[in-house]
């Protein structure tokens, strides 16, 4: 079996069995709402370098492996995970709905018409991703030798970030009330950059986490950091980067486009003043 669909498939797997109720009648998570910003080149050779530094220490950090760096054409922000399924399947033979599942065609419709929305809150600015936080989500236990997932971010008091996060919150929150997005966690704005949930090969039992305590201490780190860490349930500071959005898109998981991005369904293109050379 190819080796990247099998690393895809597993993962989109495992993601949607986390999305699930308790009484696992749930259909299956099919798409998400991306902001991709992994087609920057710049950012991309700054992360590789990075994540290569790490993966380079030595000795080596415990925990670290090839496998669960994200590969930095794939680079996004999620605003929210869908179970949705293609218009043609959902229509019978009598030209009745099947079931009550929404569509990709009803989700690209709902994004579009949130264009004039989100031309009033950017007020004829673009849409950035300022990647200048650097952060674990809650690890085993709370303790930080047991991470799983790494993530930049933006700062929430940064005007760039300001505007992000309305834009992220009032999409999210439409597509909630619509009825799309079940998922009731709080919402957060992040760009997963380490995920155990792709080691391979996958170990029998919980999943081996990495150790952010000694990620903090290593050289590929201190490289990158713009102050002394604190204490290792705060975000850091770094600075990767602010990039332009031109594009909302519904991508499908676990899938691959031409150069190992998700592959977009579809999409709201975004105006505003485009970014400098």
Not at 21 to 39: C, K, M, Q, V
Not at 60 to 86: K, N, Q, W, Y
Not at 110 to 137: E, T, V
Not at 221 to 232: K, M, Q, S, Y
Request: some cysteine; aromatic content about 6%; charged content about 20%.
């Amino acid at each position: 079996m190819n080796r990247q669909f099998f690393r895809s498939s597993m993962a989109t797997r495992q993601f949607r069995t986390r999305h699930s109720n308790d009484n696992g009648r749930d259909p299956p998570l099919t798409h998400f709402i991306s902001l991709p910003i992994g087609h920057h080149v710049v950012l991309q050779k700054s992360v590789s370098s990075f994540t290569s530094g790490l993966l380079e220490t030595t000795p080596a950090l415990p925990g670290f492996d090839r496998t669960i760096v994200i590969p930095p054409r794939r680079l996004h922000l999620t605003l929210g995970v869908m179970s949705l399924e293609d218009a043609e399947n959902s229509i019978a033979s009598d030209g009745q709905a099947t079931n009550s599942r929404k569509t990709l065609s009803d989700a690209l419709s709902l994004l579009a018409s949130l264009g004039p929305q989100i031309s009033a809150l950017l007020c004829g600015a673009s849409l950035k991703i300022p990647l200048q936080l650097m952060d674990i989500m809650p690890p085993d236990g709370g303790n930080p030798d047991r991470a799983h997932v790494l993530w930049f971010g933006p700062p929430h008091e940064h005007e760039d970030g300001q505007r992000l996060r309305q834009v992220g919150e009032m999409v999210n929150k439409t597509f909630r009330e619509a009825g799309f997005i079940r998922d009731r966690r709080p919402f957060k704005l992040h760009c997963t950059v380490l995920n155990t949930t792709y080691r391979r090969p996958r170990a029998k039992g919980p999943r081996q986490p990495f150790s952010y305590a000694s990620l903090l201490e290593s050289p590929a780190a201190r490289a990158v950091l713009l102050e002394p860490p604190g204490t290792p349930r705060q975000p850091v500071k770094v600075d990767f980067g602010t990039w332009h959005v031109d594009e909302i898109q519904i991508c499908k998981m676990g899938s691959y486009g031409p150069e190992g991005e998700y592959e977009s369904c579809g999409g709201l293109v975004l105006s505003g003043p485009q970014p400098s050379l």
